[in-house]
């Protein structure tokens, strides 16, 4: 058996140990060995988490997958990689459902972007909770589907239309979870202009939503 232990601080080097070691949980007791390696150059140490990332991702320890995928943007030197590895950390934050920290890549990949690649990155965000409302959605998952669908309602980067479609499903979704009175709500909704919400909570009191703009994340 191959040892896990770590002097290897090459990229090639560890490429070549990684081929040699046993199955994922081997090869990432390995990697984590590498990285505690000091000093470790910088691109070495991104490959080593981009790699970790992919194996805890297969593993679905999400979670460390997010952690170590953050890592490798810290690592990143062009704002193209950041941007890049950014996304992926948000597309890995929607399936573990952390959306309240979504705040912090979603800042971090447009801290570094130009203009059009903001315009990007906020595309990205809206397409990837759309498509895991959708999952949830197949999968009979409807409380997840309508927790997901309230939390990109009300924003700025969604089109009227889709807001509208929003609307219907939440109806529909909250009919499925037995909540009437909110789905009563939203089919009422649905007949009426667009205009911003409030929520209310079982005693008819307001709720505040928690916002992107409350997270200090700004889609204007």
Known sequence: ????????????????????????????????????????????????????????????????????????????????????????????????????????PFKKAIAVANNSEKELIKSHLKAEFFTQASEYEKKGNNRKAAEIYERIMDLSVVKDDERRDIIKRLATLNNKLGKIREAMNYETMATKPLEKRKRTDDDGQEVKRVSYEDLGIDFY
Request: glycine share 2%.
């Open 1 to 104: 058996m191959v040892s896990t232990k770590a002097v290897e601080k090459t990229i090639p080097e560890i490429e070549a140990k990684l081929k040699l070691v046993g199955g994922d949980l081997v090869k990432i007791e390995y990697l984590e060995n590498c990285l505690k390696q000091i000093p470790l150059p910088n691109d070495v140490a991104r490959f080593c988490h981009i790699k970790l990332a992919e194996l805890y991702k297969a593993k679905l320890m999400l979670t460390l997958a997010v952690k170590h995928t953050d890592n490798a943007a810290e690592c990143a030197t062009t704002n193209k990689d950041k941007i890049d590895l950014y996304l992926k950390e948000i597309s890995l934050m929607i399936k573990v459902g952390d959306y309240l920290m979504l705040d912090k």
